[in-house]
């Protein structure tokens, strides 16, 4: 499965979004975008996702142009976990995953138990399995973020998009989910995660895209891209990256003795 | 244990949809039994079967006069009409994404409101009057579509605040038509028919009506699935491959055609499509699955006892929209303080 983004560009009205943007994944790759507030990182993830169609450019999957897909076969490919799931009512863990099954069910009918076992099953691929009867807005932020990525497995689908999923999470929570999607990555599915702190790009995934100003700043393994420069591009900061035996830590660099 | 709570997924709604249909159709016999005339329930059974099973008759042609000429047909009405109300007020609260959507929400009920009291202006017949609102109640539905659609923006509050303008506009109308109107006669006509009541009702009515809310019926049953669909965000929705433009139509569509045709052969009832679905959450969850079954059984049960209700507990009958009105609106308030202590 191979995911490739060409020359993509997309406009809101007289304002382009993206210019030009052009990467690819393969198969079990984990990569991590970057970028400043607006960049257009959740506009990317809408064109592949196919909800925004009038961009020009490509999004090809395994080669074959994803705008000729029917939508039920491009949900067979990518799914999207979103930051936050909010519904207006309330629905059991179990049932969230299964709405996953509107993919394949025709319209007049239920999922089956054969559905329902699926989804079990992805629940329990992510570890949650006991969760599946409870309240799904009961849930913590990280445990929500979980069964969502459990409806996406249980899609069928191969690229996992996330936007920002760590965004509103505790810090053992953030941790929880990198790992655990960290681990999805490593069974062969394909993740496109968007994040706002740059060192769980460094430590979690093996390729980063980095976005500036609508276009591609930097592309590649996060191990040579990630280099102080490009941070201080991103984010207008000063920043320095030490090197360590459990690899780049991301701090900011202050000027200390201005301020004793 | 993960397979065994996988099976059992369900067998709570399913037993409590069972209990709510054993309910109705106890108080569906029942219902027969009350009244000015005294039927005994033995007879009443009787008489029932006789229409399939030859029965050898023993009860007098009066009982059979009020089971099935009288009480028959309006018991029937009663069952759908709450069936009908209760299902639009559940559908429009998930294409809305609104727990406080009811059935006149679109404005079909103000626009059924405007026709029968226009037909009732113009001298119609009873059957005219059931057509002419049916016909309002859906050319004001569309028209709020078309109006909600053309504005930019998020769909969902556009049809919603196109809702509220028609109906006021609509609501005007009526009143306006009750200034016009002859006081002596077709003043009371529009206002009993305002308040909504089943009395009178003939066996032809209700095969009458039966079309229409079968018609809507049946696909918003078919398809409650995956109307939950319509309650999430409708990004995701889209990105499970779901369509969610055509199924919000749908379900609008269905909806508002057994909205206009139990407005426009009971009148308004008021508090049913608000009510009966947040009851039928409490019971079942939110699941559409379960909550459309659940929500057309409970709508035609509580229906049925408060047109029982009426029609027994005075002397003269009072309209059923009062007090749909009565009950519905304490219990509201009732329902939502619970919701706080939560």
């Known amino acids: ?86 519904p207006t009512f309330g629905y059991s863990v179990l049932d969230v995953v299964l709405m996953s099954a509107a993919r394949h069910l025709s319209p007049f009918s239920t999922p089956s138990s054969k559905d329902t076992e699926r989804s079990m099953d992805s629940l329990d691929k992510l570890g949650i399995s006991h969760l599946a009867q409870r309240d799904f807005m009961k849930l913590s932020g990280g445990e929500q973020q979980l069964v969502l990525v459990a409806r996406a497995i249980s899609q069928n689908a191969d690229i996992l998009i996330m936007d920002e999923p760590t965004s509103s999470l505790d810090f053992g929570n953030q941790l929880r989910v990198l790992e655990r999607v960290c681990r999805l990555s490593e069974e062969g599915y394909t993740v496109l995660l968007s994040t706002h702190n740059p060192q769980h790009a460094m430590t979690y995934s093996a390729k980063v895209l980095a976005l500036y100003e609508g276009s591609v700043a930097a592309f590649g393994p996060s191990k040579d891209i990630m280099t102080e ?31 004793s | 244990m993960e397979t065994k709570s996988a099976t059992q997924n369900g067998k709570r709604e399913r037993i409590a949809i069972l209990i709510l249909s054993v309910l109705l159709f106890v108080l569906f016999i029942f219902s027969f039994v009350i009244g000015r005339y005294d039927v005994p329930v033995t007879d009443v059974i009787k008489i029932l079967l006789s229409r399939v099973f030859p029965i050898t008759q023993n009860w007098t042609s009066n009982m059979e006069t009020a089971v099935i000429n009288i009480r028959l047909p309006r018991i029937l009405l009663a069952c759908l009409v709450g069936c009908c109300l209760a299902t639009a007020g559940t559908s429009y609260q998930s294409v809305f994404q609104n727990p406080m959507a009811a059935p006149d929400i679109l404005g079909a009920s103000s626009g059924a409101c405007f026709g029968a009291a226009l037909a009732i202006l113009f001298d119609f017949s009873k059957m005219g009057i059931t057509l002419t ?55 009371p006509a529009i206002t009993y028919w305002l308040m909504g009541s ?26 409650r699935w995956r ?48 009510v009966i679905p947040h009851l039928s959450r409490k019971i079942v969850g939110n699941n559409c699955r379960y909550l459309i079954p659940a929500s057309m059984i409970f709508g035609a049960f509580f229906l049925l006892l408060v047109d029982n209700i009426s029609r027994n507990l005075l002397a003269t009958e009072i309209p059923i929209g009062i007090l749909t009105a009565f009950i519905g609106a304490p219990f509201f308030i009732y329902l939502m303080m619970q919701k706080e202590n939560h």
């Open chain 2, 227 to 274: 109307m939950n669909l319509l309650t999430i965000n409708e990004e995701e929705a889209k990105s499970m491959g779901v369509n969610t433009k055509l199924l919000r139509f749908a379900v609008i569509v269905c909806a508002t055609f057994i909205t206009a045709a139990s407005v426009a052969c009971s009148g308004m009832i008021g508090w049913v499509g608000l």
């Open chain 2, 133 to 187: 609102a049916f016909f309002f109640s859906i050319l004001t539905v569309t028209l709020v579509y078309i109006i909600g659609a053309r504005i930019r923006g998020n769909q969902i509050v556009n049809i919603l605040l196109a809702g509220i303008m028609v109906s006021s506009l609509f609501s005007a109308g009526t009143s306006y038509i009750k200034l016009v109107a002859d006081p002596s006669n077709q003043l």
């Open chain 1, 229 to 259: 420069d490009l941070m201080k591009t991103l984010y207008g900061v000063p920043i320095s990256i030490l090197e360590t035996d459990k690899g780049g830590i991301i701090v900011p660099e202050r000027d200390r003795e201005a301020r």
């Open chain 2, 198 to 223: 089943l009395s009178g009702t003939r066996l032809k009515d209700v095969g009458f009506a039966v079309i229409p809310m079968l018609i809507g019926l049946a696909p918003i049953f078919l398809i």
């Open chain 1, 1 to 86: 499965m191979e995911l490739e983004i060409r020359n993509l560009s997309f406009s809101f009205k007289d304002h382009e979004v993206l210019k030009d943007v052009s990467f690819s994944v393969q198969k079990g790759d984990f990569l991590s975008v970057l970028g400043p507030n607006g960049v257009g990182k959740s506009t990317l993830f809408r064109c592949i996702l196919g909800s925004y169609r009038n961009y020009t450019g490509s999004v090809l999957i395994d080669g074959r142009d994803s705008k000729e897909m029917h939508p039920r076969e491009l949900a067979s490919h990518i799914a999207y976990i979103p930051q936050a799931h909010k």
